[in-house]
């Protein structure tokens, strides 16, 4: 993108202080050179990008008022998140203070260890002014804390210097709500990958970490995933790349942006310099490394190949889409396909993640309620508003629809020989409705577009499988879909270890259900979600985490034993007749031990 020239005045300029760092206060100011004549609307929104849930950032403002030309003017409140200055001639300045104490990828948080903001949560958008060009002036805090911090943000710097405070400039709202900024004294290393550079920025204290292995799994990573969807030009589609990670002592969580991702992880995670040097990732780095590679397959598959309705998306409401299964799942399925194309981690790793996934979507009987459409429609509401009863009522689309991928992913390798796969799909979709998305922003891609261009890529006709994995409830057929590459798909789930089929939770008395499955042993004993579990045959359950797998050891599937359990301060006794552990049990590999198999590369035919 080109640099808008600093000499031009503004159109909208905001500056954010980290006033006040124990207190999690940020100033903001937005200056409007050309305010509405009939009064500006300010609004802040009430989403953010890749989270559905409304969350209502503006309940954060603390403060707020207006001024033009040194004189106060009358600032009307609209609704939650909005407000009209009184018409003025000149130039408008509204100052506010927010409140930034949410340690999430999604929000704004500011301590004495760091600053983060999404723009979402401090920049009032200037309703009508959306299109223009937008400038921040980023300040340091004046706590002696902050004299050596610095800042991160794959925003454009204007005035600023590279990690420096200073200004920066945005081409529109929508590009500057989509940058978010880390400041703080940060580890900070850098790479090249196909020539773009990236930085891994990590707040948070981190003893001996291995940065030198992140760089080079990250480099891997971003290098297979540029020349995935440009195989011909490894042209990425941004002039730069910040993955910006909050490290603490628990915690999961990413957000995808333009250039740039917002992580947070569990510091045990991440690389550490005792650990051995070669191998396969650990469980726990394997599991950052498959963060990253999701949010970087986002990229290309969401913030620019993206539903229509988000093309622009409406910061003030739900912006509903049945596609989410192809945004969220399709990048779930390719982030672990990544990891192995990337030589990260090898075969037989990539199916014991993909057996877990599997295992994961058969459990709970929502799986059979809810289609993944009608889940990425709901998401506002049920997915990302989980409670109890959630495995009994609906679908992930991130699970089911990883498993939709891989299942139309092993019919087209099948039916067309393997000539054709899901990649070239990908493919089709990023050249027709992503690659071009900025500067002008696109149009997006409808469900309808999406089931043509299926059909087309592939030759076949697809639309009786839409029917019955997207917008039916059926099961996948995956070990059928599997056989013809060679691999086993071996489901033992029946005969696995007794199991009361139900969540458990640490609980002072005992141990507390969370989620209690529909058909499982607990449910059919009368058992409830938060009924707090205190003793089994007569022997205490008590420990942390519980000993309520060693009392169940000493018994077999379809044994009898007397449950006491606490509902509310009712002590209650069930007869419980004991099942498999529906955790564990499916197992995928290869039919021939030792061959590879077909299924993960990229057909060689294209
Ligand atoms: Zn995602």
């Not at 945004?327 to 990544?338: I, P, V």
């Not at 030792?594 to 060689?604: E, M």
């Amino acid at each position: 993108m080109k640099k808008p020239s600093q000499k031009k005045q503004p159109a909208i300029q905001y500056t954010i202080v980290p006033r006040d760092l124990a207190g999690h206060l940020f100033d903001v100011t937005v200056t409007v050179a050309a305010p509405d004549p009939e009064g500006q609307e300010f609004a802040l929104p009430a989403w953010i990008p890749g989270s559905y849930m409304i969350r209502e950032f503006a309940r954060n403002i603390v403060r707020i008022r207006a001024e033009s030309g040194g004189a106060e003017v009358a600032l009307a409140k609209l609704d939650k998140h909005s407000w009209r200055a009184a018409p003025v001639a000149g130039p408008l300045t509204l100052h506010y203070e927010v409140y930034a104490w949410d340690l999430s990828v999604r929000a704004a948080h500011l301590d004495q260890t760091h600053g983060f903001f999404n723009g979402t949560s401090v920049f009032l958008r200037v309703v009508g002014q959306e299109a223009m060009a937008h400038q921040v002036d980023i300040q340091r805090p004046a706590d002696p804390a902050a004299r050596t911090w610095r800042v991160a943000t794959a925003m454009p710097e204007l005035g600023a210097k590279r990690y420096g405070f200073g200004t920066y400039a945005a081409a529109s709202y929508d590009e500057l709500i989509d940058h978010p900024v880390e400041m703080g004294d940060f580890e900070l290393a850098s790479f090249k990958a196909h020539g773009i550079p990236h930085d891994i920025v990590i707040t948070g204290r981190v003893p001996n970490l291995d940065m030198a292995r992140l760089q080079a799994d990250l480099k891997a990573i971003c290098e297979t995933q540029i020349a995935f969807f440009e195989p011909r030009s490894r042209r990425a589609p941004m002039d730069r790349y910040v993955f910006m990670t909050m490290a603490v002592g628990d915690g999961y969580g990413g957000l995808e942006h333009r250039a740039s991702t917002a992580l947070i992880c569990a510091r045990a995670d991440l690389p550490g310099t005792a650990a051995p040097k070669s191998g396969e990732p650990n469980e726990g780095y394997l599991r950052f490394l498959g963060l990253c590679s999701h949010e970087y397959f986002h990229t290309w598959n969401v913030k620019r190949i993206k539903p229509s309705v988000f093309a622009p998306y409406d910061l003030q409401v739900e912006n509903y889409t049945p596609l989410l299964w192809l945004f969220e799942g399709f990048t779930s399925y390719y982030d672990d396909l990544m990891l192995v194309r990337s030589g990260i981690i090898g075969e037989a790793t990539y199916f014991k993640l993909l057996a877990k996934t599997i295992g994961g979507v058969l459990r709970g009987s929502g799986r059979t309620k809810q289609s993944v459409a009608d889940s990425s429609f709901d998401a506002w509401s049920k997915y990302y508003r989980q409670d109890e009863n959630s495995p009994n009522a609906i679908i992930s689309y991130y699970a089911k629809g990883s498993l939709i991928a891989l299942a139309f992913d092993l019919t087209i390798r099948a039916k067309t020989n393997g000539a054709k796969s899901l990649d070239d799909v990908m493919l089709a979709l990023w050249e027709r409705y992503g690659r071009d998305f900025y500067p002008g922003v696109g149009r997006g891609v409808t469900e309808a577009e999406v089931e043509a261009l299926f059909d087309e890529v592939s030759g076949l006709k697809l639309k009786n499988l839409f029917e019955r994995w997207v917008r039916g409830t059926e099961d996948l057929p995956l070990a059928k879909l599997y056989a013809p590459l060679g691999v086993k798909l071996v489901d033992e789930r029946k005969s696995g270890k007794p199991s009361l089929d139900a969540g458990l939770a640490r609980d002072p008395l005992g141990a507390k259900l969370t989620q209690v499955h529909e058909g499982g042993a607990a449910h059919l004993a009368g058992l409830s979600a938060h009924d707090v579990v205190i003793a089994i045959d007569g022997l205490r359950v008590s420990g942390m985490p519980s000993n309520v797998d060693a009392l169940l050891g000493r018994y077999r599937v379809g044994d009898t034993v007397t449950v006491h359990a606490f509902r509310r301060d009712e002590l209650m006794a069930f007869e419980l007749v004991l099942q498999g552990d529906k955790t564990a049990g499916i197992t995928l590999a290869p039919a021939v031990a030792g061959k590879k198999s077909a299924a993960i590369k990229r057909p060689s035919a294209v």
